[in-house]
């Protein structure tokens, strides 16, 4: 499964974007999720939705301000609004033909080359 993310760019804090991920497999039912890489601070949860896409799962930080959304073809979505400068990150999109909603990284088996969102004025 290829997985090909776009969106991100410049925003400013307080403002608002949308990544997307677009999967090769558009019909498999697929747990997907984004993750966010930080130089010095590895690889981070962010949110999950699971394969049905009715379960959806987000790290405390982010809950409130965030919201993932698939639809059937598995596009991958994550709106975010309220953007904060540590919110600066390269987003990566993963999917998983087993598991569902998980916030473990191990579990995904398919990973995007990731997309850059950088937060600030």
């Known amino acids: 499964v290829d997985l090909a993310e776009s969106g991100g760019g410049f925003v400013q804090p307080g403002g608002s974007t949308i990544l997307s991920c677009v999967s090769s497999?558009?019909?498999?039912?697929?747990?997907m999720a984004w993750f966010r890489q930080i130089p010095g601070a590895g690889r981070q949860f962010v949110a999950a939705v699971s394969r049905p896409g009715s379960i959806t799962n987000y790290e405390d930080s982010v809950q409130g301000r965030v919201t993932i959304s698939k639809d059937a073809s598995n596009m991958l979505k994550l709106e975010m609004k309220y953007l904060r400068p540590e919110g600066t990150a390269v987003y990566v999109c993963?999917?998983?033909?087993?598991?569902?909603?998980?916030?473990?990284?191990?579990?995904?088996?398919?990973w995007g080359q990731g997309t850059e969102v950088t937060v600030s004025s």
């Open positions: 497999d558009t019909s498999s039912s697929l747990g």
């Open positions: 993963a999917a998983t033909k087993w598991y569902s909603s998980s916030v473990n990284p191990s579990r995904y088996e398919y």
